[in-house]
C-alpha cells in the first residue's frame, strides 16, 4: 500500500449533517466550534491553522505549501529543533480570532510553518516517542526525590521526531532544577524543557467530571484561568463549606466567578444590611435576603428569628425614607397584610419518602415466609424417611397411645379380623 499521499485522519463520530466537521470534538480538549466551516471560501482567507498536540497544548502555523488541510488531518509541522506531530483543529477565519486570545506569541515571527501532511515514517517515529511517556514521567520523578526537590512532574510530552521532552511540573516555590536538567538529559539523551503549571492546568489536562455532572470547564473550553476568591461565595450567599466551593485540583471552583456580576448588580438594589426598620409597634432587622428576587426577610430580633415578614426591596425602601422623615407605617407589608413569598414547587411535597422502604420491607418479608415454608417442608419430608421406632419417639404420645406411622405410598391398611362389615 503507498503511503505516500495518505491522509491520517480522526474519525468524527458522524459523515453527513450541516457543518459536521465544526461539531467532531476528535478527542481533543478546548476544541472550538467552527461554525463558518461550509462557508464557501472560509479557508482562502488567511493560511493560519491552529493545531493541537497532547492534552491542551496549542500551535498556530503558516500553511506556506497550500496544503488541503481540514479537521482532523494529522500534519507534521516545525519544531525547534526538528518537528512536530498534532492535529489540526481550526482553519479558516476563526484562527484570526483565536490567535489574539493566544499567549506566548509576541510577534508574527514566531508563528512557524506547516511542512507536510504526516506520512508513514512520521506516525512511527510518533508513536515510538509516545510508548516512552509514561516510564520517563516515572524516571524522572525518581531522580527528582533522589535531588530532594519540592516539585512534582506531572505529565511528560515527547515531540512527534523524538528529539525533545517537555516535562511539566508543580511547585508551591521556586525551584533549581539546572542539576535536575543535566540528569535527566543524561538519562534519557534527549533535550529537556521544563515548564511550570498550576493546579487548575493539571486538572485540565488530567480531565474529569465535575459535582454538576459535565466535564470539567478547565478541560473543555476555559484557555485562561482568572483569581478566585471567597467573597465571590460571600456576594452570592453560599455557604463557606471548604469541600462544597473547592473543584476537583483542591483550589476554589472557577465556576463562583460565573454569575457573581449578575449577584453585584442585583445586591445593589437591595437596602443596607444595617439599616433598621421602624414601625407603630415594632423595631425590625434585617435576617436574611433573597438577592435575584429582590426580597428582604426582617426579623424583631436582632439575632433570632422572631415574627418574620417578608417584603420587597423597593417596600423596605419606602419605609427607610417614612423613616428619616419621622414617620412610622403601621406595618411592613401594604395594607397590613403580610406578602408570601413565592416558592418554588416541591413535586414530593406530602409523598411519603419511606414508601420504598416499606416496598423493601414487604418484598422481605414474602421472601423469608417463602424460605421458612420451604424449611418446614424439608423437615416434613425428613421425618417421613426415618424408621418407624425413630419416628415414634421424636412426636409426642397421642392420649398415653404410640403414635402409628402413616403408611407409605402403595402400603394397603391392615383389615381388622374381629370387625363385622355391616351387609
Same mark, same amino acid.
Given at each position: 500500500?503507498?503511503?505516500k499521499?495518505?491522509?491520517?485522519?480522526?474519525?468524527?463520530?458522524c459523515?453527513r449533517?450541516?457543518?459536521?466537521k465544526?461539531?467532531?470534538?476528535?478527542?481533543?480538549?478546548?476544541?472550538t466550534?467552527?461554525?463558518l466551516?461550509?462557508?464557501?471560501?472560509?479557508?482562502?482567507?488567511?493560511?493560519?491553522v491552529?493545531v493541537?498536540?497532547?492534552?491542551?497544548?496549542?500551535g498556530?502555523?503558516?500553511?506556506v505549501?497550500?496544503?488541503?488541510?481540514?479537521?482532523?488531518?494529522?500534519?507534521?509541522?516545525?519544531?525547534?529543533p526538528?518537528?512536530?506531530i498534532?492535529?489540526v483543529?481550526?482553519?479558516g477565519?476563526?484562527?484570526?480570532?483565536?490567535?489574539?486570545?493566544?499567549?506566548?506569541?509576541?510577534s508574527?515571527?514566531?508563528?512557524?510553518?506547516?511542512?507536510?501532511?504526516?506520512?508513514e515514517?512520521?506516525m512511527?517515529?510518533y508513536?515510538?516517542?509516545?510508548a516512552?511517556e509514561?516510564?520517563?514521567?516515572?524516571?524522572?520523578?525518581q531522580?527528582?526525590?533522589s535531588?530532594n526537590?519540592?516539585?512534582?512532574?506531572?505529565?511528560?510530552?515527547?515531540?512527534?521526531?523524538?528529539?525533545?521532552?517537555?516535562?511539566y511540573y508543580?511547585?508551591?516555590?521556586?525551584v533549581?532544577?539546572?542539576?535536575l536538567?543535566?540528569d535527566?538529559a543524561?538519562?534519557?539523551?534527549?533535550r529537556?524543557?521544563?515548564?511550570?503549571?498550576?493546579?487548575?492546568?493539571?486538572?485540565?489536562?488530567?480531565?474529569?467530571t465535575g459535582?454538576?455532572?459535565?466535564?470539567?470547564?478547565c478541560?473543555?473550553w476555559?484557555k485562561?484561568?482568572?483569581?478566585?476568591?471567597?467573597?465571590?461565595?460571600r456576594?452570592?450567599?453560599?455557604s463557606?463549606?471548604?469541600t462544597k466551593?473547592?473543584?476537583m485540583?483542591?483550589?476554589l471552583?472557577?465556576c463562583?466567578?460565573?454569575?457573581?456580576?449578575?449577584?453585584?448588580e442585583?445586591?445593589?438594589?437591595?437596602p443596607n444590611?444595617?439599616t433598621?426598620?421602624?414601625?407603630s409597634?415594632a423595631?425590625?432587622?434585617?435576617?436574611?435576603?433573597?438577592?435575584?428576587?429582590?426580597l428582604?426577610?426582617?426579623?424583631t430580633?436582632?439575632?433570632?428569628?422572631?415574627n418574620?415578614?417578608?417584603?420587597?426591596a423597593?417596600?423596605a425602601?419606602?419605609?427607610?425614607e417614612?423613616?428619616?422623615?419621622?414617620?412610622?407605617?403601621l406595618?411592613?407589608?401594604?395594607?397590613?397584610q403580610v406578602k408570601?413569598s413565592?416558592?418554588?414547587?416541591?413535586?414530593l411535597?406530602?409523598?411519603d419518602?419511606?414508601?420504598?422502604?416499606k416496598e423493601?420491607?414487604?418484598?422481605?418479608?414474602?421472601?423469608?415466609?417463602?424460605?421458612n415454608?420451604?424449611?418446614q417442608?424439608e423437615?416434613?419430608n425428613q @421425618?417421613?424417611?426415618?424408621p418407624?421406632?425413630?419416628?415414634n419417639?421424636q412426636?409426642?404420645?397421642r392420649?398415653?397411645?404410640?403414635?402409628?406411622?402413616?403408611n407409605? @405410598?402403595?402400603?394397603?391398611?391392615?383389615?381388622?379380623?374381629?370387625?363385622?362389615?355391616?351387609e
Open positions: 500500500m503507498d503511503y499521499d495518505m491522509k491520517f485522519k480522526l474519525w468524527t463520530g459523515d449533517g450541516l457543518c459536521h465544526a461539531c467532531g470534538r476528535q478527542d481533543n480538549k478546548l476544541n466550534y467552527d461554525w466551516e461550509d462557508v464557501p471560501g472560509n479557508t482562502d482567507t488567511t493560511d493560519l491552529e493541537q498536540f497532547k492534552n491542551t497544548r496549542k498556530y502555523y503558516h500553511n505549501n497550500n496544503l488541503d488541510l481540514q479537521k482532523g488531518d494529522i500534519v507534521a509541522v516545525e519544531a525547534s526538528g518537528h512536530d498534532g492535529v483543529t481550526l482553519t477565519r476563526l484562527v484570526k480570532l483565536q490567535l489574539k486570545k493566544a499567549t506566548g506569541i509576541k508574527p515571527d514566531d508563528i512557524k510553518n506547516v511542512y507536510r501532511i504526516a506520512k515514517v512520521d512511527e517515529k508513536h515510538e516517542a509516545k516512552r509514561h516510564r520517563t514521567m516515572i524516571e524522572s520523578r531522580i527528582a526525590k535531588l526537590l519540592d516539585m512534582k512532574i506531572g505529565d511528560v510530552e515527547f515531540q512527534g521526531d523524538g528529539n525533545k521532552a517537555i516535562f508543580i511547585a508551591d516555590e521556586r533549581d532544577f539546572r542539576q536538567i543535566k535527566l543524561a538519562a534519557f539523551h534527549v529537556i524543557e521544563m515548564k511550570q503549571i498550576g493546579a487548575r492546568q493539571e486538572a485540565g489536562r488530567i480531565g474529569g459535582p454538576c455532572g459535565r466535564e470539567l470547564c478541560a473543555t476555559m485562561s484561568f482568572s483569581s478566585v476568591s471567597t467573597n465571590a461565595a456576594c452570592q450567599d453560599i463557606l463549606n471548604p466551593l473547592a473543584g485540583c483542591a483550589k471552583k472557577c463562583l466567578n460565573y454569575e457573581v456580576d449578575d449577584y453585584m442585583a445586591s445593589k438594589k437591595l444590611k444595617d433598621h426598620l421602624y414601625t409597634d423595631e425590625y432587622f434585617l435576617f436574611k435576603t433573597d438577592i435575584l428576587n429582590g428582604c426577610t426582617y426579623s430580633d436582632k439575632y433570632l428569628a422572631v418574620l415578614e417578608t417584603i420587597t423597593e417596600r425602601k419606602e419605609i427607610i417614612m423613616n428619616r422623615e419621622g414617620e412610622k407605617p406595618s411592613l407589608t401594604h395594607n397590613g408570601q413565592k416558592k418554588p414547587i416541591d413535586l411535597e406530602g409523598a419518602l419511606s414508601r420504598f422502604d423493601k420491607a414487604k418484598r422481605n418479608k414474602q421472601k423469608n415466609n417463602r424460605k415454608n420451604n424449611q417442608r423437615n416434613r @421425618q417421613r424417611e426415618q418407624q421406632e425413630q419416628y419417639q412426636r409426642p404420645r392420649n398415653g397411645r404410640p403414635n402409628r406411622r402413616p407409605q @405410598q402403595g402400603d394397603r391398611p391392615q383389615r381388622n379380623p374381629n370387625r363385622r362389615d355391616n
